[in-house]
């Protein structure tokens, strides 16, 4: 298991199964570490509303209106943007349930030229990765990472890869995904230890 | 009618009746500018999806997941965010039926809270309130209409505010809205004509 720079374990081998692998682990961590940075002031991050079409609503009288045939739309651009330190910061968010490798068309080729075009406007833009089976979570710069796939000619990006370029994002308890703190480091490293 | 500082007339007139004021009109108008924006690689802009609460949801065997049940929520941000210039943009957008007021309950408090803490974090952030009835479309800083509403007492914002306060965007039949152009003028003053 890699560790943290500072010596800490990575995250706590408990969280390595559990709820995870169902999807949705990493991405309630990531709201709560939003919440906690949004409580504190530190930043103004949010997920974006899942993008459906909406077919049919109903109306029933004296209630809301429902709903009743929607599809789910293919997103055209990353789940997460917002406002840390005067910058625009967008990232997207996915775990991965296999040992060896990431497969690339978990990530929409949509988002891929999202996150080149907000890098070309001055973005802090990245992904985050988790590989449910070792309990770790990369921060890996989205510009790197859409370079390698565009040249790499393989259809999965391997772990190897994830530990020589991610930065293993630290496990807390109030901020289960504190990737700011990577941000900080990359790009205000005067204010690292914020 | 107002006109634009450089004498040109405001809105066709053709415009101030017909679709608008169903209230999607806007809407339409702005995603159009930011589709224009996107594609001439100027700005990255997007509306955020509806946020909806989805409840049921079908797997029909060899089509799409349909959802069944859902229903909107109330929004916790605005509807637009991006980067533009390396710079954090955000605003909402919403169009007034009324020829005398701007109803304040048409922004969740929300999203004047939301609007608050991007400006704290450094962010351009503004709201387009269109007059159906005059066909005129206004920028407004948010900071300026924010303090408005904490401190006027009352339930609506008079148009004539909106006439010494807001600035008219002009319409362009490539962006109906462009709303670049004024942030052009208030935050980039020596690219105002790009």
Sequence with gaps: MVNYPDGRKARPA???????????????EI??????????????IHKKPTPVTI????????TAAKITEAYFKV???????????????D??????ASKT???????????????????????????????TVYGETYY???????SYIRTCGRSSIPYKWFQEHGILIPYNYVK??????????????ENAND
């Design 91 to 96: 990232f997207e968010a996915k775990e991965c």
């Design 101 to 131: 490798s990431f497969p690339i068309k978990s990530i929409h080729e949509h988002q891929i030229r999202h996150l080149d075009s907000v890098i070309r406007h001055g973005a802090i833009a990245f992904v985050i990765v988790r590989f």
């Design 140 to 146: 890996v710069d989205a510009g790197e990472m859409n």
């Design 31 to 44: 709201n709560l570490t939003n919440s906690y940075y949004l409580d504190t002031d530190r930043a103004v």
């Design 55 to 62: 077919v049919k609503v109903d109306y029933p009288m004296r």
């Design 176 to 189: 289960p995904v504190d990737y700011l703190q990577i941000v900080d480091q990359r790009f205000f490293k």
């Design 75 to 89: 997103p055209s651009t990353t789940d997460y943007n917002g406002i840390y330190r005067g910058k625009y910061l």
């Design 14 to 28: 408990e969280h390595k199964t559990g709820a995870g692998g169902r999807g949705m682990e990493l991405e309630k």
